[in-house]
């Protein structure tokens, strides 16, 4: 079999990477534009090229021994885009996880190597093939090396043979270093001789062959102002040729059978495609080579598939896992139960737990301890079934969660592996992924179980030790591990929906589009197609002439960004972003909580993501009910359709007044914050004060806007930019305004000072119940990236205290309904409100306990305040 060698251009295609696609950053804040398109370039390569020996070459700095011979060689380049530098690490991160051979060698580029390498592979008999965006590489070109230039950024590459240079260029690859001590070279600052380009350097070296001939016979070029030029620079053509001819001869420590190249661990790939955010690319590498290498590592395990449950089984110390295969887990079949000791391990199939009085017993016994992985899920899945699980202390996910916040993979193998323990495989591994989910037989499903059960007693062990390390032990046992228990409840009990209430309203709003949608044809004196930006950007911008705020590949841009800007240039743009923000409510909101309903009881069971966000923040999935547009009066309507589930009960709603500037006040002790909350005294009123410099009776509104917007900017660390963009006013107004806010406040500046600093010095910041986040880009030497931390520094302490409080609260408020023993249940979190309902009768004691408990829960420097609501459905509790 023919030896294949493929060398990459580290550098070249690195740098077109990043010019071809538009600056893209992961959920970290990571920008990873260069490192995507890299890695699309070399999924390409590896599936066309199919090589047996791989390597990526880089340049290993700045200096190389050309500029011995002419310092100013490369002199005339820009200065490397910090954003583009930051991503250099994770390419080379990127081929250690494909197992790629990456090199780069002091004083030399990465020409010279792969010169070097393509020349022993000529010589080896190799076929051999370089990728490169820069074209000196033709000079490499054999009949075994072909080389792949990279056209229209990374998307299309030019392969040159000798014949086809030949026929392209009209000169031989011989010929290539001649053309370029000619033409010279901008980029690389390769000054050749003046006046002579491609074409004149082509013509000479076509009658002339070398560029010593030419010399040689420099008496016979036709031209004057030529020859002249020639005969002027032939020291600089000389030094030229030097400075472009690639050293094949390189001093690596490297040769081609070093670099062998046996294939990737899509594991190892995916991992690593997780973790730049790359979801788009997974498509495009299996798992099936993984399933075999992983399984042969994996050693035997003994477990009994139990027929019947007895209660000799468990030993009161057990770890239980609830198998579903989808996230749904209220409606998700449970496809088995895997129980483990110490001693020994059981798979229980579903149908035999769910008739078993033993089974039942031990799930429902507090004394019987349990580990789980995520309690929530596995006390609704139980319940599903008739059965309240009891008992559990410890939750390896909530756990895995506390630990790395930003970590975006804590499912169980993922974890295991990330702790050293590879006896689990992943899910996709077992069960195929996407539509090719399936359920595995018997003995493979409970092997896999088991195993899952087994490792949680492992992971308890070493998580136990680092939370205590860390100091978020109680954070877990007191905090989190509660709520997710309340968190179970609300979800299993559900929302009741007046379904005819919300068709009734989907109605309306089909009514109130059209009746938009003939008006905005009115204006445009034509009908089109509204949702076409295509057809709508040549009615804005031509026939009615506003003006062009962006371009894009297609034409016009007209996202709302764009029509925001031209709101007061004609009637018809408040009718466009009216008519779209109305579409959004009908297809997102009402058609999509419609398809949610359940069908027998008319609830809809929400899901709480409480392993999601970095600041400890609750999030809502399937449906998202925190996300219902409320700044509309169309989107308020929405919550009508939320009401009581029982006759003659109430919905009541209470909410966090301000809370985050609250918390704000109480962390960076500023004397003006803290006494305008303890004297009641309106915060924004009292902003705009100090920020317009004007008494209390002479704030107007539209000053109490701005300084709302002052306010609330600050805690979520904006730029005069962004507030600049909020308000529409100038950036400078926009600074002017943050420097009085911090000259009013100096306590907010010291610590939005000081709190960087700490985070500069430990890499990461705390919540006041010691919640913490990870800021690896504090100290990164990218402005932007050091930016983003350095206001997640300021923002996350305020954001993740207040989401730990509104957590806390809501575990008090159920205890104190349990003590007195109260038929109201919580049934929302939306941010900093709670929606409870309860019977009629109970309402003057609900107003009494939910502001108490929500206003006492955690002793600030400033007094919490909680206001309420209540009426016949969500929307009258306002």
């Known amino acids: 079999m023919t030896k294949k060698l493929v060398l990459i251009d580290g550098n070249s295609i690195t740098y077109r990477a990043f010019f071809a696609l538009p600056l893209l950053n992961n959920d970290k804040g990571v920008y990873t534009n260069a490192v995507y398109g890299f890695t699309t370039m070399l999924l390409r390569i ?62 030399y580029e990465a020409d010279d190597i792969i010169g070097t390498l393509a020349k022993q592979g000529n010589e080896k008999d190799f ?66 001789v003046p006046g002579v380009g491609e074409k004149t350097a082509t013509k000479l070296l ?40 690639i050293n094949c001869e390189s001093p690596i420590e490297i040769a081609v059978d070093d670099v062998s190249y046996e294939g990737y661990s899509p594991q190892q790939v995916t991992n690593i495609f997780k973790d730049l955010g790359f979801q788009s690319l997974l498509n495009r590498i299996g798992v099936e080579d993984v399933v075999e290498e992983v399984q042969e590592e994996l050693k035997e395990i003994k477990f009994e598939i139990v027929s019947k449950v007895d209660s000799k089984m468990f030993t009161g110390e057990e770890s239980l896992i609830i198998e579903m295969l989808s996230d749904s887990y209220h409606t998700a079949p449970i496809e088995g139960i895997g129980i483990a000791n110490k001693e020994k391990a059981y798979f229980i199939p579903m149908e035999v737990a769910k008739d078993s009085d033993e089974f039942k017993k031990w799930a429902e016994d507090p004394t019987n301890k349990k580990v789980v992985f995520d309690v929530k899920q596995s006390v609704v899945a139980l319940k599903r079934i008739g059965m309240d699980l009891q008992g559990v202390t410890f939750d390896v996910l909530l756990a895995s969660y506390l630990l790395d916040p930003s970590e975006n993979n804590h499912d169980i193998p993922a974890i295991a592996h990330r702790m050293g323990y590879k006896s689990v495989l992943y899910d996709e591994e077992v069960y195929g992924k996407g539509a ?22 492992e992971l308890e062990e070493k998580m136990n030790e680092e939370l205590s390390e860390h100091n978020l032990y109680s954070l877990l046992t007191e905090l989190e591990m509660p709520l997710a228990l309340i968190l179970a409840e609300m979800e299993h ?111 809809i069971h929400t899901r709480y993501n409480q392993a999601l966000t970095q600041t400890g923040r609750l999030s809502s999935i399937d449906p998202n009910l925190q996300n219902i547009p409320i700044r509309i009066e169309e989107g308020r309507k929405i919550r009508q359709a939320f009401v009581p589930s029982e006759k003659d009960w109430i ?31 309106d915060i924004h009123t ?47 107004e926009a600074k002017q305004f943050i420097e009085r806010y911090f000259e009013s406040y100096p306590g907010v500046k010291s610590y939005m000072d000081e709190i960087v600093q700490e985070a500069k010095l430990n890499g990461y910041v705390t919540t006041l119940m010691n919640r913490r986040r990870y800021l690896p880009e504090i100290t990164s030497r990218n402005f932007n990236l050091r930016s983003f931390a350095e206001r997640t520094a300021m923002n996350t302490p305020i954001q993740g205290t207040a989401a730990d409080i509104i957590k806390k609260a809501m575990i008090d408020l159920r205890e104190k309904l349990k003590d007195e023993k109260m038929q109201a249940r919580m049934l929302l979190q939306v941010h900093d409100e709670l929606i409870l309902e309860a019977p009629k009768e109970e309402l003057e004691k609900l107003k009494e306990i939910v502001p108490e408990m929500m206003e006492n829960t955690v002793e600030l420097n400033v007094p919490l305040k909680a206001e309420y609501a209540y009426g016949e459905s969500w929307y009258d509790a306002k």
């Open 436 to 457: 090719k989910i399936k359920v595995p037989e018997q003995d493979k499903l409970a092997d896999h179980i088991v195993r899952k059960a087994q490792v949680l007693h």
């Open 127 to 192: 076929e051999v093939a370089v990728i490169s965006g820069d074209k000196d590489m033709l000079q490499l070109v054999s009949d075994k090396v072909t080389v792949n230039v990279t056209k229209k950024g990374i998307s299309e590459v030019e392969a040159y043979t000798p014949e086809y240079l030949t026929t392209k260029m009209e000169i031989t690859p011989d010929q290539i270093i001649d053309l370029k001590a000619l033409m010279g070279d901008s980029s690389d600052n390769i000054p050749g």
């Open 493 to 603: 009990t559900g929302v009741l929906v007046d379904v005819a209430r919300l068709e009734e309203m989907g109605t309306e709003l089909k009514s109130r589009l059209t009746e938009i949608e003939k008006e905005i044809y009115e204006l445009a004196g034509e009908e089109f197609n509204l949702n076409s930006p295509k057809q709508l950007g040549p009615i804005l911008f031509e026939k009615l002439g506003l003006r062009v705020i962006k371009k894009t590949k297609t034409g016009y841009s007209t996202a709302a960004d764009v029509l925001e800007q031209l709101e007061n240039d004609h009637e018809i743009i408040p009718k466009i972003l009216l008519y779209r923000q109305l579409g959004k409510l009908q297809s997102t909101y009402i058609e999509g909580l419609l398809k949610v309903v359940d069908k027998e009881t008319s609830k």
């Open 651 to 681: 919905m009541f709603a209470a909410d966090y007044s301000q809370i985050e500037l609250r918390v704000l006040a109480h962390i960076a002790k500023d004397e003006k914050l803290i006494a305008a909350f303890q004297t009641g005294q």
């Open 686 to 732: 009292q902003t705009a004060m100090e920020v317009f410099h004007v008494s209390e009776d002479e704030v107007t509104s539209d000053m109490r806007r701005q300084a709302k917007a002052v306010n609330f900017g600050i805690v979520y660390g904006i730029s005069d930019f962004g507030l600049s963009q909020n308000l529409g006013i100038t950036r400078k």
């Open 206 to 245: 076509k009658e002339y062959k070398t560029l010593e001939n030419l010399y040689e016979h420099l008496d016979e070029v036709s031209g004057k102002k030529l020859k002249e030029n020639l005969t002027n620079h032939k020291d600089d053509a000389f030094m030229s040729q030097e400075l472009a001819t």
């Open 46 to 107: 590896l599936e066309e090229q199919k090589p047996t020996h791989l390597l990526v070459a880089f340049d290993a700095g700045k200096t190389t021994f050309r500029h011995s011979k002419y310092k100013e060689y490369k002199g005339g380049r820009q200065k490397t885009p910090p954003e583009l530098s930051e991503q250099f690490p994770l390419v080379r991160e990127l081929l250690n996880a494909f197992n790629i051979r990456h090199y780069e060698l002091e004083n």
